[in-house]
């Protein structure tokens, strides 16, 4: 992702035109070409301000040519640009018949992007227990804001998901043709789903992994996630008990190894190297990111057993620092701030401090785990109110909407699933049952051949298909 310094800020000219609508192609890693699209900030205002949509594109190679396959990695903060510009050679392989076109939404990376304070680090982030006070963390959350809205200006308020969607439809026409395709993870499947909601008959087919449900704004206070999150680690706790080789069995397995580890870091942090620390919080952090994938869960043991051997917490602060956007020279790229600013441009709500603390307490107090970092959020308080909160109205498609949910994902749990299929209206739910965050083309083997079919043939599964994966223990 673009480090933050780099990224363009919003133009201040204005223009009477609706968009400029025109992409110029340059040549970008290697087989890929990247361009910027003028598209105004506040479409509420065909006469306002303008802000740029940074596009790569991967042609196809081909025939028959089936049209753009828009990507979106999820987030929000996630980079488009880079999820499609980094692996273009690999995008041209899978989906040979496809222009692959990825991009970084409004407010982030290499876009016109929200800019706040990235001067941090993560080792003093806190986790809290019951009865801790918590005023400081809003006093800490009133400045940074303020300092958002100071570097960020007039685009901090139209960062939200509808604007994005609208955006996509600027690249679809600028690229000039009738419909797209669209895969969209986590986050990605709340932009599609608006986007299929504001124009479906502009969609050959969409994919929408790892559902969010639209109802789940951050001032829900929902379990749904943190049980999740809660469900995940028993099911890695459960496959790491029938393993022998896992090495947390020989600290009284995975319960055991992992409370013992949270009580090291409640009495002190552990050094990591560069003058930095992991901190309880990062620990807690680390854990649920292991969670997102099972490929990760090895790194999730040798980081249980780092900490409670050698006192160290390096495997951790890794896996932290991939998950927050930390780059090799120690500065971080915008996507938490992107992350925290458009879930607030899409959530109407703005709880008082109490209500916050209240509500975070009554959900950490259900989660024996993860509790002691949910406990800490403090939402969107002092963030402006949403001027243009999330759209959700059903699609009429003439092919309807892909959704797949996976069982053991902490982060889009299978309960949000339904939730979406209800909000797209025209979809179909396909589930597999495994592990990990995202499904197609990442953690499942079981659901491949459906989705190529769907994409490429525009075959629809039966509605509620499921599948099951090879199992990760022999």
């Known amino acids: 992702m673009a480090v ?71 987030g929000p903060g996630g980079s488009g640009l880079d999820m499609v510009g980094e692996f273009a050679d690999l995008w041209s392989m899978v989906f040979p018949q496809f222009d692959v076109v990825g991009f970084d939404p409004r407010g982030v990376g290499a876009s016109s992007a929200v800019l706040c304070p990235t001067d941090y680090d993560t080792d003093d982030k806190q986790a809290f227990d019951a009865g801790d006070d918590l005023s400081a963390l809003f006093v800490e959350q009133l400045d940074y804001v303020e300092q958002c809205q100071d570097l960020s200006g007039e685009l901090l308020l139209h960062v939200g998901t509808n604007n994005a969607a609208r955006d996509i439809d600027e690249m679809r026409s600028a690229l000039g043709v009738e419909q797209i395709t ?34 789940e704004q951050l001032t829900k206070f929902s379990s749904v996630q943190g049980d999740g999150f809660e469900s995940a680690w028993s099911r890695f706790a459960a496959d790491c008990r029938a393993d022998a080789a896992c090495a947390l069995n020989e600290f009284g397995g995975p319960e055991a190894a992992f409370f013992a580890a949270d009580a090291l870091l409640e009495e002190q942090n552990f050094l990591v190297g560069e003058g930095r620390e992991l901190s309880r919080a990062e620990f807690v952090f680390g854990v649920g990111v292991a969670l997102y994938s099972p490929q990760s869960w090895p790194d999730l043991v040798e980081g249980v057993v780092e900490v409670l051997e050698e006192r160290q917490g390096n495997i951790f602060q890794g896996l932290v620092d991939d998950m927050i956007g930390r780059q090799p020279d120690g500065s971080y790229d915008n996507s938490n701030a992107a992350n925290l ?62 959704v797949i949910a996976m069982e053991g994902d902490p982060a889009t749990p299978m309960a949000w699933a339904e939730g979406l299929r209800a909000a797209v209206g025209d979809a179909v739910l396909i589930t597999t049952d495994g592990d990990g965050h995202g499904a197609f083309l990442s953690n499942s083997e079981c659901v491949t051949e459906v989705v190529f079919a769907y994409l490429y043939l525009l075959v629809v599964p039966v509605d509620g298909w499921s599948c099951e994966e090879p199992a990760l223990y022999g």
């Open 182 to 215: 669209y895969l969209g993870y986590s986050y990605g499947t709340r932009l599609g789903a608006v986007y299929a909601g504001l124009f479906p008959d502009r969609v050959r087919a969409m994919v929408l992994d790892g559902p969010l449900d639209p109802a």
């Open 4 to 74: 933050t310094s780099e990224v363009p800020q919003p133009t201040t000219s204005a223009t009477t035109s609706t968009v400029a609508g025109s992409l110029a192609w340059k040549d970008c890693w290697g087989v890929a070409e990247c361009a910027d699209l003028t598209v105004l900030m506040d479409y509420a205002n065909p006469s306002g301000e303008t802000v740029s949509i940074a596009v790569v594109r991967v042609a196809a190679v081909e025939e028959p040519y089936l049209g753009p396959l828009f990507l979106n990695p999820g």
């Open 341 to 402: 600013l458009i879930n607030c441009a899409d959530d109407p709500g703005r709880p008082s401090q109490e209500e916050i603390v209240e509500a975070n307490g009554a959900l950490a107090s259900t989660l024996p785990h993860f509790g002691p970092i949910f406990r800490g959020t403090t939402g969107c308080f002092g963030v402006p109110a949403a001027v243009d909160p999330l759209l959700s109205m059903p699609a009429d498609m003439a092919v309807p909407a892909l």
